[in-house]
């Protein structure tokens, strides 16, 4: 069964801290991870990761997939209490039916002023 | 563009009521998804449609039914309402052309089932 698990499942830390969120994946057919932040509402995209091992970066926010280990890590520097929120990964499979996301639980960070 | 929608935002039923939540997108996409967020269970995928007419099931989809009659439009249904489907549910879409499955996702509808 394919599986998507993130940690930690929560998180508290104060303004101006440094944090890494882990995503680990055990899906067939891979062919992307993505993070999504959610607020109050609906999920929003942050960055897409392939294979290729390119890291991305987001002002603040950065990200980069390992193949090797099958896992990604999402940093947040000098966070803010703006950058509260649960972060989603989300891992993209080919199927013949369709290409789906497959999401993890989530981490929720709080960031304390 | 008002992107995706969803009707309506709250919703309390009683057990066994019955109701529609519609979703409508307006980007043009092909694919479209219903989701159910739980605390501590992250976003489950119930029902997704591959394009107009076509639709498939998700990771749980017991309890629903969806309908895809036109391209925009994405509606899911509880024919028998249960407290276990007090739930977010999020509504989604995404090119087919896309280089990859960059969903968007609508607001979301805040069910409650008493």
Redesign the interface.
Known sequence: EDKVV?SP?SLVVHEGDTVTLNCSYEVTNF??L?WYKQEK?????LF?L?SSGIEKKSGRLSSILDKKELSSILNITATQTGDSAIY?C?V?ESKS??????????TRLAVRP | NAG?TQTPKFRVLKTGQSMTLLCAQDMNHE?M?W?RQDP??????IH?S?GEGTT?K?EVPDGYNVSRLKKQNFLLGLESAAPSQTSVY?CAS?SRLAS?????????TRLTVL
């Open positions: 993130q499942l062919r992307s993505l509402k609906a999920p929003t995209f897409m392939t989603l989300a993209e039916s369709g290409d789906k996301l497959t999401f993890g639980t989530g | 995706v694919y998804y989701y501590g269970m992250g976003l489950r995928l997704y591959v498939a998700g999020f995404s990859y499955n960059e969903q968007f996702f609508g607001p979301g």
